[in-house]
């Protein structure tokens, strides 16, 4: 449960509109002078398939967790993660209509699948933000969207709402918006603190 979810938090805080890989830094969400970790993603394209390659290190500049993120036609169709601390990671992969988990954990591995939502609905952590992206003209519009997050760990998917919420005074900019992320399912939405995810309307701001 840890991982996919920590993922989507700290991905919640990198410019969506960068594309052709960037490196972030984060930050808790209330105290932006202490850094937790950096992310270095790359992206490769080949015709309609997207790889995207993250490494996060910690201060010391190790690293600390490696994911992988293969998109077709920018739908899911591939992820891989690693999490170099816990010694722990999976594979999904999804094909005809379904999603397939495997997931090692203390050695021992443990598979599943389950039927695919939309695929329009639904993406990886490490696309979190190039979901929001594409739909961010309907966010600036005032829409609630909604979607699911695939959870290799938890080997289900988790449904997420997202809606642009007003900046504080200090921090308005007409170019960059405020998108707030709640958990669809009370539980996760009560265990999680608020997500929200700075997205740039135009990158050459």
């Known amino acids: 449960m840890k991982t996919s979810l920590i993922i989507l938090l700290i991905l919640s805080t990198i410019p969506s509109a960068l594309a052709a890989g960037f490196v972030a830094k984060t930050y808790p969400l209330d105290d932006e002078k202490t850094q937790l970790m950096t992310l270095t993603q790359t992206i490769k394209k080949d015709d309609a398939t997207e790889t995207l390659f993250g490494v996060f290190t910690n201060m010391k500049n190790e690293p600390i967790l490696t994911d992988k993120a293969i998109l077709k036609n920018g739908k899911a169709v591939r992820y891989e993660i690693q999490d170099l601390q816990m010694n722990e990671g999976g594979v999904v992969e999804i094909r005809d209509g379904r999603i397939f988990y ?11 699948d389950e039927k695919a939502p939309d695929a329009d609905k639904m993406f990886f952590p490490a696309t979190t933000n190039n979901w929001i992206t594409d739909r961010l003209d309907k966010l600036i519009a005032g829409e609630k969207i909604s979607g699911r997050i695939i959870s290799p760990d938890r080997m289900e998917t988790i449904g997420f709402d997202y809606e642009k919420v007003n900046q504080p005074d200090d921090k308005t900019n007409d170019s960059i918006y405020l998108i707030k992320m709640s958990a669809s399912s009370p539980f996760i939405r009560w265990s999680l603190k608020k997500c929200f995810s700075r997205s740039i309307k135009n990158p050459d701001v």
Do not use: A, P
């Open 102 to 112: 495997s997931y090692t954990r203390n050695g021992k591995t443990k598979t599943d």
